[in-house]
């Protein structure tokens, strides 16, 4: 499955320079807003020690991780919802994503001017939110308007619908984000086809400097309180640092240079893997000698429709899943020596996928 991530925030808070070191692609980093006009997309690799032992085990003659694309989306201003600077244009872009990751400026830097005068991440990501907010407050408006023609009828379903879309319209006035505002089945598809730009699953990226990496600073502290109550994830990288990680080719300097930070990965990785978490994500693989490979569903797929991911015959054929988890697998040390060990399972249409399966499909078409 495709998985789209958009990297949004102010101009100059470090949006740019952690897509670089994201994708080593060279999107243009420049001490001034709008320095991305266009969306630039990178396709990033999704690191997992998994997928490097089944590999280190098989020997297959190649290796495929799973992707996500990220998206360094221009630097939102306020009135953006109202078109400033270059708002519907970047609004679209947002939309476009299956997760948002907000940048917040942490740091303070006299030579990286910020668009706002001083450093205030609160201030940053409230000034965000206004203009996600206003921007979903003219689609709820609009799509109330298809509503109320509907249910001059007298129909009480689109009645129901109505009160309940103008009471999230109220919660969103007031400042909240549509996905801490909770609704009933009854507007589970119009919230889908509306696609809000605050109802998608949000990650905050505090920038901060080397110093305050590990322990955060005073900005970090003041900010984590500020969105405490939200249903966010929070994660303190320097994309400084990162910067300076990409730069080194050896992985064993980038894992000394690391050491010496205090820190076992690069930030990047988190990102990447705590973005999984947040879309509800989990791998599984196949693993044999033309390829190692790893798939990308959602918490709670059955076999048939994981095995869709890999090719529609699959799931339209399914008769049963071969499964050896990925523990008994390392542990035994191969796929035979699982089978010999019993911890070789045989599994149907009901099974449940779990984090880290290692798969083979029946199927027949």
């Known amino acids: 499955m495709g998985l789209k991530c958009g990297i949004v925030g102010l101009p100059n808070v470090g949006k740019s320079t952690l897509f670089n070191c994201l994708t080593n692609a060279k999107a243009l980093a420049a001490n001034y807003p709008f320095a991305t006009k266009d969306p630039n997309v990178g396709v990033i690799t999704v690191p997992d020690a998994r997928l490097d032992k089944l590999t280190e085990l098989v020997k297959p003659q190649k290796t495929l991780p799973t992707t996500v694309d990220i998206v360094d989306i221009a630097g939102l201003i306020k009135g953006a919802s109202k078109g400033e600077g270059l708002g519907n244009q970047f609004l679209g872009n947002i939309r476009e994503v299956d997760a948002i990751i907000h940048v917040v400026r942490c740091f303070e830097d006299d030579n990286v001017i910020h668009v706002d005068g001083s450093v205030n991440p609160v201030r940053d990501k409230e000034i965000?939110?206004?203009?996600?907010?206003?921007?979903?407050?003219?689609?709820?408006?609009?799509?109330?308007?298809?509503?109320?023609?509907?249910?001059?009828?007298?129909?009480?379903?689109?009645?129901?619908?109505?009160?309940?879309?103008?009471?999230?319209?109220?919660?969103?006035?007031?400042?909240?984000?549509?996905?801490?505002?909770?609704?009933?089945?009854?507007?589970?598809?119009?919230?889908?086809?509306?696609?809000?730009?605050?109802?998608?699953?949000?990650?905050?990226?505090?920038?901060?400097?080397?110093?305050?990496?590990?322990?955060?600073?005073?900005?970090?502290?003041?900010?984590?309180?500020?969105?405490?109550?939200?249903?966010?994830?929070?994660?303190?990288?320097?994309?400084?640092?990162?910067?300076?990680?990409?730069?080194?080719?050896?992985?064993?300097?980038?894992?000394?240079?690391?050491?010496?930070?205090?820190?076992?990965e690069p930030g990047v990785n988190v990102v990447i893997n705590k973005a999984y978490q947040l879309l509800n994500l989990i791998t599984y693989f196949t693993a044999g000698e033309k390829e190692v490979r790893a798939w990308t569903i959602e918490v709670g797929t059955k076999a048939p429709a994981a095995a869709g991911v890999i090719h529609s015959d699959f799931e339209k054929g399914f008769i049963r899943a071969e499964v050896i988890s990925y523990e008994d697998f390392v542990n035994c040390g191969s796929e035979h020596a699982a089978k010999e060990a019993g911890k070789h399972r045989v599994e149907g249409k009901e099974y449940v996928v779990q984090d880290g399966d290692v798969m083979h499909f029946r199927f027949n078409v």
Do not use: W
């Open 128 to 264: 965000i939110d206004a203009e996600l907010i206003f921007k979903d407050l003219d689609t709820i408006e609009k799509r109330l308007e298809k509503l109320k023609k509907q249910g001059k009828s007298g129909d009480k379903e689109i009645a129901k619908m109505v009160a309940e879309l103008e009471h999230i319209r109220s919660e969103m006035e007031s400042g909240k984000p549509a996905r801490a505002v909770e609704y009933s089945e009854i507007l589970e598809e119009s919230m889908k086809e509306m696609m809000l730009l605050t109802a998608k699953p949000i990650m905050y990226v505090c920038n901060v400097d080397e110093e305050s990496i590990l322990d955060g600073n005073d900005f970090t502290r003041i900010f984590e309180e500020a969105v405490k109550d939200e249903n966010s994830l929070v994660l303190k990288i320097s994309a400084a640092i990162e910067a300076e990680v990409m730069e080194l080719e050896d992985p064993e300097e980038r894992k000394e240079f690391l050491a010496e930070l205090g820190l076992e």
